[in-house]
């Protein structure tokens, strides 16, 4: 498994972007994914997961409302549609997959296979 995230930039405050995140390998496995961000000088934190069917979804309360995750398993692709972006949204956005029993695990710990980041700013 390779997973490369893609899609981040600039943006002013209430503007949106689309992240992706592909399995550049053979195909994803049959596992959840999920986003997490790391801004400067602060821990890495949960953002938001996705069953492996896509039929359940989970976010951290600072995005519910604002970021939908989707996937597309044809395309081993994983999507983070950002809306309504905010200052404090800024970071380095990173995707993983864990395995199966820790569908919608929000503990950055459990996932094992992690993309590059990409990086997102939102200015004010």
């Known amino acids: 498994v390779q997973l490369q995230a893609s899609g981040g930039g600039s943006v002013q405050s209430g503007g949106s972007l689309r992240l992706s995140c592909a399995d550049s390998?053979?195909?994803?496995?049959?596992?959840?994914i999920g986003w997490f961000r790391q801004a400067p000088e602060k821990e890495r934190e949960f953002v938001a997961a996705?069953?492996?069917?896509?039929?359940?979804?989970y976010y951290a309360d600072s995005v519910k409302g604002r970021f939908t995750i989707s996937r597309d398993n044809a395309k081993n692709t994983v999507y983070l549609q950002m809306n309504s972006l905010k200052p404090d949204d800024t970071a380095v956005y990173y995707c993983?997959?864990?395995?199966?029993?820790?569908?919608?695990?929000?503990?950055?710990?459990?996932?094992?296979?992690w993309g590059q980041g990409t990086q997102v700013t939102v200015s004010s």
């Open positions: 390998g053979r195909t994803f496995n049959k596992w959840p």
């Open positions: 993983a997959e864990a395995p199966p029993s820790y569908s919608g695990s929000m503990d950055h710990n459990k996932y094992i296979y």
């Open positions: 996705l069953s492996w069917s896509g039929g359940t979804q």
